[in-house]
């Protein structure tokens, strides 16, 4: 039954948008076939019956980290990449909206 289920869902994600472009596929494919399986007696599997769910938050912790020469040359190179990256992003917003 799994397996129609999916085919569904992949054919809604092909054929919504032909017939509309105001819903985006993957949401209502999703949409129309949750409200299948709980409207219909179908024997589905859940993410209940593959793992175990906990509640609650996890347990706070101070991550331990050894200072070492190490950990002191990758904390900068970590931080300048993310720099950069966000620099060139913003960078690229502007420019787009200048066009």
């Given at each position: ?6 085919g569904?869902t992949?054919?809604?994600?092909q054929m ?8 985006p596929?993957p ?7 949750t ?12 993410v ?5 769910i906990?509640?609650?938050?996890p ?8 200072l070492?020469l ?6 900068p190179?970590?931080s300048?990449h993310l720099?950069v990256?966000?620099d060139?992003?913003?960078?690229g ?5 200048e066009?």
């Open positions: 039954m799994m397996i129609g289920l999916v569904l992949m054919a809604i994600i919504l948008p032909l017939v509309t472009l105001s819903v596929a949401l209502a494919a999703i949409g129309v076939v409200a299948l399986a709980i409207a219909l007696p179908i024997d589905v599997r859940t209940g019956d593959v793992a175990r906990a509640g609650g938050f347990e706070f912790s101070i991550p331990s980290v050894p070492s190490q950990t002191l040359g990758t904390t190179a970590s300048s720099l990256s966000h060139v992003r913003c960078r917003e502007k420019y787009v909206d066009f």
